[in-house]
């Protein structure tokens, strides 16, 4: 659902973002050691995206790592019944993502909900139970 996987290719403003926040973490040492977290907290408010704020910092690494992974090459061996639930309106991770997995696993469904974003089994949550239980159930 919405998954990761599929490493973006970063335009000019992303690149621009992403040079910024590097720039100015690495200021940090001239900061103050008793002000140095709260000028990170907030580095993350202004350059974070909502996923990775709302986690642990423990799992924060592990959320960098997960959406830094390019797993592109190697969905075309997946050979497990997959269904596969987008969001048109996903901005985190784009339904063309989604399309391409589609393309990719032989032996895969897709259901794209039109008006939901990067949760969209939070917008339908019976909706997308009813689904799933359905393709339990039709899995061979």
Excluded: C
Excluded at 40 to 60: E, P, V
Excluded at 68 to 83: A, G, V
Excluded at 113 to 118: E, G, I, K, M, V
């Amino acid at each position: 659902m919405d998954t990761a996987g599929i490493k973006p290719k970063k335009n000019i403003f992303k690149q621009i973002k992403l040079y910024t926040y590097k720039f100015l973490k690495k200021l940090k040492s001239l900061i103050p050691k008793r002000k140095q977290s709260l000028y990170l907290k907030r580095l993350i408010n202004l350059f974070g995206s909502n996923d990775y704020k709302a986690l642990s910092k423990d799992m924060q690494q592990s959320f960098k790592n997960i959406v830094n992974e390019d797993l592109k090459p190697y969905i075309k061996y997946i050979e497990q019944q997959t269904l596969i639930i987008w969001g048109k309106k996903d901005k985190d991770t784009p339904v063309k993502d989604a399309k391409f997995m589609r393309k990719q696993i032989k032996n895969s469904s897709l259901v794209i909900y039109p008006d939901a974003s990067h949760f969209s089994y939070l917008k339908y949550p019976k909706l997308t139970n009813q689904i799933i239980e359905n393709f339990i159930k039709n899995t061979d």
